[in-house]
């Protein structure tokens, strides 16, 4: 069981980028650490801090549920997209390790799918 984040194109040959929920969830950590956060930390995730209190582009997939919630908008994906090939960049100088090369690839085929929805102008989907 997993999830997939794809444009909401309606092509079936777009590139798309999946995960299973366990796997997602250490990446959005790894992506929160990223921007001074931690994930435990805020409101949904165990914690007390509401995501108002936070600033952050990323914040609309960080804060996105596993399951459900609202496909993110163009905008949110072309505000998203700059931060996040910043972040990918900097974690492909960090070093190896198994987890970070995944997070890094992941990372990299999350930036091509949010990429195409902004082109497309289309909203990308979680299923």
């Known amino acids: 069981m997993g999830l997939i984040l ?12 999946s995960w299973s ?3 997602f969830a250490a990446f959005r950590r790894r ?3 990223a921007e001074g956060l931690t994930l435990s930390g805020m409101r949904g995730f165990g914690g007390e801090l509401p995501w ?14 596993d399951v459900g919630g609202d496909d993110l ?3 949110d994906c072309a505000a998203i997209l700059p931060r996040l ?10 070093g190896d390790g ?3 090369h995944e997070h890094t690839e992941k990372g990299r085929r999350l930036a091509t799918v949010l990429r195409l929805c902004v082109e ?8």
């Open 120 to 127: 497309k102008d289309v909203p990308l989907l979680f299923l």
């Open 85 to 94: 090939e910043t972040v990918i960049d900097q974690w492909a100088k960090d």
């Open 52 to 65: 108002s209190e936070v600033s952050t582009v990323l914040e609309p997939l960080l804060d996105h549920p």
């Open 73 to 75: 908008s163009p905008a």
């Open 98 to 100: 198994t987890l970070l």
């Open 6 to 17: 794809f444009p909401g194109d309606g092509d079936t040959t777009s590139p798309d980028v």
């Open 31 to 33: 992506l929160a650490r």
């Open 21 to 23: 929920y366990g796997g």
